[in-house]
């Protein structure tokens, strides 16, 4: 059983034979709801626009009413501006996909990869690790972030994620140079 509920708002506008979701969905381990409607109240919504970043003291609220992933096509991701998801909604940090589509792409997760980083940050490793276990490539979601996800598991504040995020961008940037 989850130790936390995890919810699909599923746009459908991905080749079901790779996403990820629906994949999930097979297995038992997340609900898919295709309206806004449906979403869980007070639920996490995992959104890339948001003004907040996932943190660690978020975790009390996703173990009582859960985390929501935006199944979307990154090339529709505008869509998500149409959506009254900022109450409750959490960037995640800077990381890096390990999905085929878009290897090492900074920030283009897949829904899987979007819910393992949340449960890694929020503490919840095991589920984290179970999810990523179903795809071939998903555990090397794991190890291409790991000093990622230790970092942002280990902040106390959103503050402190934020921080410790424009750390590793000027790192990149200066090893980049």
């Known amino acids: 059983m989850n130790q936390v509920q ?29 309206s806004y409607r449906r979403l869980p109240g007070g639920a996490i919504i995992l959104n890339p626009f948001s003004n907040h ?34 109450r409750f909604g959490r960037r995640l940090p800077l990381l890096f996909a390990a999905n085929p589509i878009n290897y090492a792409k900074p920030h283009k997760l897949s829904t899987v990869e979007a819910f393992a980083a949340a449960l890694y940050i929020l503490g919840f490793k095991e589920l984290a690790a179970r999810l990523l276990s179903l795809f071939k490539w998903g555990p090397h979601f794991l190890t291409l972030n790991e000093r990622l996800l230790t970092i942002y598991a280990s902040a106390e504040s959103e503050n402190e994620v934020l921080s410790a995020e424009q750390q590793i961008i000027r790192e990149l940037l200066e090893d980049a140079r």
Do not use: M, Y
């Open 6 to 34: 995890l919810c699909v708002l599923h746009l459908h506008q991905c080749d079901p034979r790779k996403c990820t979701s629906l994949k999930l969905k097979r297995f038992g381990l997340v609900r898919l709801v295709s």
């Open 53 to 86: 970043v996932l943190n660690p003291s978020d975790r009390a609220i996703a173990a009582r009413r859960g985390i929501v992933a935006v199944d979307c096509s990154w090339n529709e991701i505008e869509v998500l501006r149409r959506f009254r998801l900022r």
